[in-house]
Structure formats: structure tokens, C-alpha cells
């Protein structure tokens, strides 16, 4: 695993509820190995921390104040991106999924062993938001305003994720 996968790139449009993103969601397919700790050490050495240990929600919700990185570090799982509407992926031990702010993801199956190990550009603190209507224009506000990180969780600075959000930037 020594050289990054190209990752595969979904996008989602704003539906009303989910504000999703500009940014495409990244896909890199058994990009590290399927260890808890080494997932940890490469997140950090990349610039993203804040790291937990868990599974994925089993209800649509986005973090509205930071980007996200999911690496699967054990099981599997399939995951709905972008809303009711969006798109599922299966994902196993290796991949890692960079979510951008606003996009939404629940866990549409998951076997029982499923071990996720998720971080944030910086640290950044985040909110979750599950859609509602009334919180609609303010998580929009507060996702065109999430800057983009300059380093890829995965690979650093020479990785994909750089160039490719340059392109997308959101408007602070």
C-alpha cells in the first residue's frame, strides 16, 4: 500500500433537506491497512485528527462545520452518501471514505464486526444535523464557509484530495 489509490468521486446535489456539496465525496479503495492504529497514525501524520473509534449511524446525517474521513478498519459496510436520494457504496477493510462537509452518509447494512476510525481536518469541531427543514439554509451557509484542507488524510500534501477540491473551492 504504498503508493494512494485514485480515488473514486461521487457528487450530490442540494435537495432541499441535505445540503450536500460542490466538493466530491473521495472513495480510496484499500488504501491502508485494516488496523485501527496504523489508520489513527496516518490521519494524524496528515493533518487530521480528532479521531474516535466506532461504527456509522443507521440514520442520514452531515456534518454541516467540517469535512470527515471514515477509514474501515474492520467489517463491512454499505453506505448511502449524498441523502435518500444519493448513492450506495459498499466499503471494506482498507477503504477509506473522505466525506466533505454537508454531505450526508448512513449505514444502509454493516456486518457485526464493522470498526470505523473517523478524524477532521485540523481537529475541527463539528455539529451533526439530520436534515430538518429549519436548519436547511443555515448548515448551506455553514458548508460554503468549511475551507478546504490542504492535505489528504491518506497521503499528505502530494495526495489527490488537494487537487482535486482546488477546483471546488467554496466560497468563505
Known sequence: ????????????????????SRLPL??????????????????????WSGGWRNGIYPF?????????VLGIARGEAE??????????VAVGP??????PAGVAHCRERGSGDLLVV?????????????GE??????????VAGVG???QDPVSGRDGPLPRLWAGHRTKG
Open 1 to 20: 500500500m504504498s503508493e494512494t489509490p485514485t480515488p473514486e468521486t461521487y457528487t450530490f446535489d442540494d435537495d432541499g433537506r441535505i445540503p450536500n
Open 26 to 47: 473521495l472513495v480510496y479503495r484499500q488504501a491502508l491497512p485494516a488496523d485501527p492504529a496504523a489508520m489513527e497514525r496516518a490521519f494524524a501524520a496528515n493533518g
Open 60 to 68: 442520514h446525517h452531515f456534518h454541516s462545520t467540517a469535512h470527515e
Open 79 to 88: 453506505v448511502r452518501f449524498g441523502g435518500p436520494a444519493g448513492s450506495t
Open 94 to 99: 482498507g477503504d477509506v471514505v473522505v466525506i
Open 118 to 130: 473517523g478524524a477532521y481536518p485540523g481537529g475541527a469541531d463539528y455539529d451533526l444535523r439530520r
Open 133 to 142: 427543514p429549519a436548519e436547511h439554509d443555515e448548515a448551506a451557509r455553514n
Open 148 to 150: 478546504v484542507p490542504e
